[in-house]
Antibody
């Protein structure tokens, strides 16, 4: 059974940093799966944040987080990460780790999602 | 940027009735269109990909159709567990999600 378990969320002050992790199991993490972070602000819709290809050769960011967030993965440990710096109030959201099953031109449809981890940016 | 417009924003349906949800793209996304279902406090669940292919384990009452710019998700006979928010997402030209359609009990 495919499982994605996020951790690392919490309350942080504006300008602060946080590192999210996603532990994957039930599939061959190092194979041809692009991994993704998608966020959802309270009461709002879904927003793609960042993607990383299986070998880390291709990395993409939404304009809203480019230069502040860094995505990475450790295939030996079946783990995905999101380093978030210079956090803003508008980054407050539940952050989901999701597996890209098929990707076209850098974007994917997402067949498995974690339960999410809440990041709250507030003073 | 491809804009995805979902309608209606809210759909009130009796259990057992058919529900038809619409998703329109501002430019062609071919068949690179997915639908997700999200219930309160849960992550989204993939229902449909490639505009019309049901994901693993998705009941046959869910069907998707369309290509290019006009897409439809149909739930043939609404069950209690189907009341949720539904999002479309195009993956043809970068990433865009629609704003969602809430299907509520009438």
């Amino acid at each position: 059974e495919v499982q994605l378990v996020e951790s690392g969320g919490g309350l942080v002050k504006p300008g602060g940093s946080l590192r999210l992790s996603c532990a994957a199991s039930g599939f061959t993490f190092a194979s041809s799966y692009t991994m993704n972070w998608v966020r959802q602000a309270p009461g709002k819709g879904l927003e793609w944040v960042s993607s990383i290809s299986s070998s880390s050769a291709y990395i993409y960011y939404a304009v809203s987080v480019r230069g502040r967030f860094t995505i990475s993965r450790d295939n030996a440990k079946d783990s995905l990460f999101l380093q978030m710096n210079s956090l803003r109030a508008e980054d407050t959201a539940v952050y989901y780790c999701a597996r890209g099953e098929y990707c076209s031109g850098g974007a994917c449809y997402l067949d498995y999602w974690g339960q999410g981890t809440l990041v709250t940016v507030s003073s | 940027e491809v804009v995805m417009t979902q309608s209606p924003a809210t759909l009130s349906v009796f259990p057992g009735e058919r529900a038809t949800l619409s998703c329109r793209a501002s430019q062609s996304v071919n068949s690179n269109l997915a639908w997700y279902q999200q219930k309160p406090g849960q992550p989204p669940r993939l229902l449909i990909y490639g505009a019309s292919t049901r994901a693993t384990g998705i009941p046959a009452r869910f069907s998707g159709s369309g290509s290019g710019t006009e897409f439809t998700l149909t739930i043939s006979s609404l069950q209690s567990e189907d009341f949720a928010v539904y999002y479309c997402q195009q993956y043809n030209n970068w990433w865009t999600f629609g704003h969602g359609t809430k299907v509520e009990i009438k």
